[in-house]
C-alpha cells in the first residue's frame, strides 16, 4: 500500500512542478530569445527546443518508467 502512495505522490509532485516551474522558465526564455536585453539570464546559446525536451521530457521518461516498473510488478505478482 505504501508503494501505491509513494508512486501516487511522486506523480502529483512532478506534476505540480511543471505546471509551476516550466511555464516561468519558458516564458523568460521565449522573452530573452525575442527580445534580448543585457544580461539576460538565458543568453547562453542553450536553444528553446533543448530546454523544453530537458524539462518536460526527463519527467515524463521517469513517470513513464516508473508506472511501468509499478504496472509490471502488479501484474507479474505470484498469488
Given at each position: 500500500m505504501t508503494?501505491?502512495?509513494q508512486t501516487i505522490w511522486e506523480t502529483i509532485s512532478g506534476i505540480f512542478f511543471?505546471?509551476?516551474?516550466g511555464p516561468s522558465i519558458?516564458?523568460?526564455q521565449t522573452r530573452c530569445k525575442l527580445f534580448p536585453y543585457d544580461g539576460c539570464p538565458y543568453d547562453d546559446g542553450i536553444d528553446l527546443l533543448v530546454s523544453v525536451?530537458?524539462?518536460y521530457g526527463i519527467p515524463l521518461i521517469i513517470?513513464?518508467?516508473k508506472l511501468t516498473k509499478f504496472l509490471y510488478r502488479k501484474l507479474t505478482k505470484k498469488k
Open positions: 508503494e501505491i502512495i511543471l505546471l509551476f516551474f519558458l516564458l523568460n525536451s530537458i524539462l513517470g513513464l518508467y
